[in-house]
């Protein structure tokens, strides 16, 4: 400012013209430094001052674009790492309650998921899915101990959702082989007692001399 006083009272002083190149100089290394330890913020500041002072605005100009588009990045990376940090937070809570695989949008493993998309290869978030798959063949384990084939083929089949193992694949046969053989069963009991239900009636019906309707 000074120097800039220097001027507005002797247009074109050489001292101050001088002076002003230095600093403006100052500043432009100032800046590289900033960008060069990853502080784009402060670097951005630097460029902008430097642009204040009379000068080729071409040096400048592109300094302050890398400056604002570094910083735009640097912001929107911790955007995300609060978001994540916020998202394993949430995604853990659903894992100890065994809300698992739903509701949806808010299941420990879409929130996993969406980790995965805000931070690829998160190791965490690979953690955690496998934590969700771990817990869903446990509880179809629990499942099948209380017999519930249902309810544990749908917990294996979730579980094959998140990753195929030829163990589950095994035991998704087994189960669904002995939901067929039940259903049979039940089909063969059906059966049977339509079978009594007709005798039964027909022999009322010839008991009462009405042979044509025993028929």
């Known amino acids: 400012e000074l120097y800039m006083l220097a001027l507005a009272k002797a247009p074109g002083n050489d001292d101050a013209m001088d002076g002003l ?12 430094a ?21 000068g ?9 674009a890398r ?34 695989v739903g509701p949806r949008g808010r299941s420990a493993l879409d929130l996993y998921r969406r980790i995965f998309e805000l931070s690829p290869g998160n190791s965490e ?14 509880l179809a384990a629990k499942a099948r ?9 749908e917990l294996l089949e979730q579980s094959q959702g998140i990753e195929r193992t030829a163990e589950v694949v095994d035991r998704l046969a087994s189960i669904q082989s002995e939901l067929a053989r039940r259903k049979q069963e039940v089909e063969r009991l059906e059966r049977q007692e339509q079978i009594r239900a007709l005798v039964s009636k027909a022999i009322k019906e010839r008991s009462a001399g009405r042979l044509e309707e025993a028929l």
């Open 125 to 138: 978030a690979r953690a955690g899915i496998a934590a969700v798959r771990t817990r869903l063949v446990e």
């Open 67 to 100: 400056a604002q588009n570094e910083l735009d990045l640097l912001r929107k990376r911790e955007a995300n790492e609060r978001e994540v940090r916020g998202l394993l937070a949430s995604a853990q809570t659903s894992l100890q309650q065994d809300s698992l």
């Open 21 to 32: 190149r230095q600093v403006r100089e100052s500043l432009l290394q100032r800046g590289r």
């Open 34 to 54: 900033e960008l060069a330890r990853n502080e784009p913020a402060s670097a951005l500041e630097a460029f902008q001052a430097a642009a204040d002072i009379p």
């Open 56 to 64: 080729q605005a071409s040096e400048v100009e592109p300094l302050i």
């Open 145 to 153: 101990d209380r017999g519930s084939l249902e309810d544990e083929r």
